[in-house]
């Protein structure tokens, strides 16, 4: 049976010569496994360019339950990224964030708010003339939501340390080292908080970029099963720089 989707691309692996098979997000099926033949021919009815990370598709798909690699119809872009694929800061952001998402999305079923998050965010990061060199910071944040770990946004006076582990404030210290203190936790509610339209407000050095960065990572680590390493954040981070 035909089922009209939409998909995010996560992962492209080759196949044979001229096949691939491609890991998406789907708003449907949650995450699957497509074959897609013949994509790298001249006249390739979908062609690898199509298959990039975090590519955004409109796919008509054969669905079978419990069927491990599912089979394509159709598939184009939709909306046919205008900045992403050209612009090097842009382009190195997705390649970063398609690199997290693959390691933290596990769900095998849909889940839609979680997907037109994705959707919708790279989608405003495409279009955006302005992208903030703080786009990638937010965005993991705001995912964490979607996650079931979001960072808890309440805290008194008294709480001058944020748990990593927990996260949230606490009045005394962690007996463990996964921790910020309250200076360093504002800027990430601050992030989670703000809309990207409004990114381009917040000012944010370097080095306190980097180091956001790093704290995040240990977040996901600590809230997300089989994280493991991220290699692409020190390209990420030598771009910015």
Same mark, same amino acid.
């Given at each position: =049976?035909?089922?009209?989707?939409?998909?995010?691309?996560?992962?492209?692996?080759?196949? &044979?010569?001229? &096949?691939?098979?491609?890991?998406?997000?789907?708003?449907?099926?949650?995450?699957?496994?497509?074959?897609?033949?013949?994509?790298?021919?001249?006249?390739?009815?979908?062609?690898?360019?199509?298959?990039?990370?975090?590519?955004?598709?409109? =796919?008509?798909?054969?669905?079978?339950?419990?069927?491990?690699?599912?089979?394509?119809?159709?598939?184009?872009? &939709? *909306?046919?990224?205008?900045?992403?694929?050209?612009?090097?800061?842009?382009?190195?952001?997705?390649?970063?964030?398609?690199?997290?998402?693959?390691?933290?999305?596990?769900?095998?079923?849909?889940?839609?708010?979680?997907?037109?998050?994705?959707?919708?965010?790279?989608?405003?990061?495409?279009?955006?003339?302005?992208?903030?060199?703080?786009?990638?910071?937010?965005?993991?944040?705001?995912?964490?939501?979607?996650?079931?770990?979001? *960072?808890?946004?309440?805290?008194?006076?008294?709480?001058?340390?944020?748990?990593?582990?927990?996260?949230?404030?606490?009045?005394? =210290?962690?007996?463990?080292?996964?921790?910020?203190?309250?200076?360093?936790?504002?800027?990430?509610?601050?992030?989670?908080?703000?809309?990207?339209?409004?990114?381009?407000?917040?000012?944010?050095?370097?080095?306190?970029?980097?180091?956001?960065?790093?704290?995040?990572?240990?977040?996901?680590?600590?809230?997300?099963?089989?994280?493991?390493?991220?290699?692409?954040?020190?390209?990420?981070?030598?771009?910015?720089?």
């Amino acid at each position: =049976m035909l089922h009209k989707i939409r998909g995010i691309v996560l992962k492209t692996t080759l196949y &044979s010569e001229s &096949s691939v098979i491609v890991q998406v997000f789907t708003d449907k099926f949650g995450i699957q496994s497509y074959l897609i033949n013949g994509v790298k021919k001249p006249k390739a009815k979908i062609p690898m360019n199509l298959l990039q990370p975090l590519h955004l598709l409109d =796919m008509v798909v054969y669905h079978k339950i419990n069927t491990q690699i599912q089979r394509v119809a159709e598939a184009r872009p &939709s *909306p046919v990224f205008r900045s992403i694929p050209y612009h090097v800061i842009k382009n190195t952001i997705v390649q970063f964030l398609n690199e997290v998402l693959y390691k933290s999305i596990r769900q095998q079923n849909a889940d839609e708010n979680l997907f037109n998050f994705i959707y919708n965010a790279i989608s405003w990061f495409d279009e955006t003339d302005d992208p903030s060199v703080n786009f990638h910071l937010a965005f993991l944040l705001k995912l964490s939501r979607f996650l079931g770990f979001a *960072p808890h946004s309440q805290t008194r006076n008294d709480q001058k340390y944020f748990d990593l582990q927990e996260g949230d404030f606490t009045s005394v =210290m962690p007996i463990h080292p996964y921790f910020m203190d309250k200076i360093d936790a504002d800027w990430f509610l601050l992030l989670f908080n703000t809309p990207f339209e409004k990114l381009f407000e917040i000012k944010i050095d370097n080095i306190t970029r980097r180091f956001l960065l790093d704290k995040i990572l240990v977040y996901y680590t600590l809230h997300t099963a089989s994280f493991g390493q991220i290699k692409s954040h020190q390209v990420l981070e030598d771009i910015l720089s």
